[in-house]
């Protein structure tokens, strides 16, 4: 294990709430707002995606101002500001092409010029550098390939130190840089730093966990104990809020990376616990969908069926279901 790894595997540690801390009062700064509807954020997402394609680029300004001030939660559990994210974030057709986003971004830039703006401009520069590496497995990238791609990532570190400092004191200004250093061999910023900086400052946003995970992985360097060790630490020190709520959260977080439970540390025990802790909490019909899915995958023949019959057959999502626990083999294995 490389001390990269290492050091972020202590992070974690020196990071780590108090055990039994609460969040303050949750603000929502989004009243009134009609792009934000706070039932659901795959909802939100898809309205700011619409206002952004349209070009409604001082009404995108004003719901992602909201809800980059709002500690109000999703009903799902999201934090704010990760519809943010999640709009660039997006691989969806509807979003354009990478040089169709450009043309878009600029003309948002010409019209608003907004901290949102500078940060459209930044995750354009994370998936062009994605699209000079492709998305195969580190063997089927060339030698120049690769040099390029780490290029064009220390490039964008350098854009991301440069940015404003408002847009430096936000979240997604985070998720981004920690994802920009973690794709480095050698980045010149501590992600440590970075990775601490982010959970002390934005707690309930676990989209910095989910970055973190992913090079826990042992296909990246880490172990199995790592992953394990990171999750349970982080479950029991946020359970004055959440219950064991993150303890499956996280780990779906990494069957979500195409991995099946059986190659993992998780307990399947404590996995039900925590599944049904998270239905309890965010009842969503986005939350079932996922929920059910790994109840399929350990093998958890009650809770699949008690989730499973709470969806509408209009509110089932092939799609957000887990690679190896997909809805038809489930249902035929646990309803038929």
């Not at 490039?155 to 840089?177: F, G, V, Y």
């Not at 480095?184 to 707690?203: E, G, I, L």
């Amino acid at each position: 294990m490389t001390f990269l790894y290492r050091t972020l595997v202590l992070a974690t540690v020196l990071a780590l709430p108090c055990a039994g801390a609460r969040a303050d009062v949750a603000v929502d700064a989004c009243v009134g707002d009609p792009i934000v509807d706070w039932s659901s954020q795959p909802r939100t997402v898809e309205r700011l995606q619409i206002a952004y394609v349209n070009e409604i680029f001082e009404r995108l300004d004003h719901a992602m101002s909201c809800l980059s001030l709002s500690t109000r939660r999703f009903a799902g559990g999201e934090s704010a500001p990760s519809a943010i994210y999640f709009v660039f974030r997006s691989k969806s057709p509807f979003m354009g092409t990478l040089e169709a986003r450009a043309r878009r971004t600029a003309a948002w830039n010409a019209q608003t010029g907004s901290t949102f703006v500078e940060f459209a401009l930044l995750r354009q520069g994370y998936d062009a550098a994605w699209a000079v590496r492709g998305d195969g497995y580190a063997q089927s990238v060339s030698p120049e390939k690769f040099r390029a791609f780490y290029g064009e990532l220390a490039e964008l570190e350098s854009r991301m130190m440069a940015a404003s400092p408002k847009l430096r004191d936000t979240a997604i200004w985070h998720n981004l840089m920690l994802s920009t250093l973690l794709d480095q061999q050698h980045p010149r910023s501590d992600p440590k730093a970075v990775f601490v900086s982010a959970v002390q400052r934005f707690p309930q946003y676990y989209d910095f966990q989910d970055v973190m995970l992913g090079k826990l992985l042992p296909r990246w360097g880490g172990s199995w104990p790592d992953v394990d060790t990171f999750v349970t630490q982080w479950a029991r020190n946020t359970a004055g809020s959440e219950g064991d709520y993150l303890y499956s959260w996280l780990y779906v977080s990494v069957l979500r990376r195409s991995t099946r439970a059986s190659e993992t540390m998780l307990d399947p025990k404590r996995m039900d616990r925590s599944l049904r802790e998270w239905v309890r909490r965010y009842p969503t019909p986005e939350n079932f969908n996922i929920i059910a899915s790994a109840a399929c995958e350990i093998d958890d023949r009650d809770l699949f069926r008690e989730v499973y019959g709470r969806l509408a057959e209009a509110e089932v999502k092939p799609s957000t279901w887990l690679y190896y626990s997909q809805r038809e083999p489930c249902v035929a294995r646990y309803i038929k």
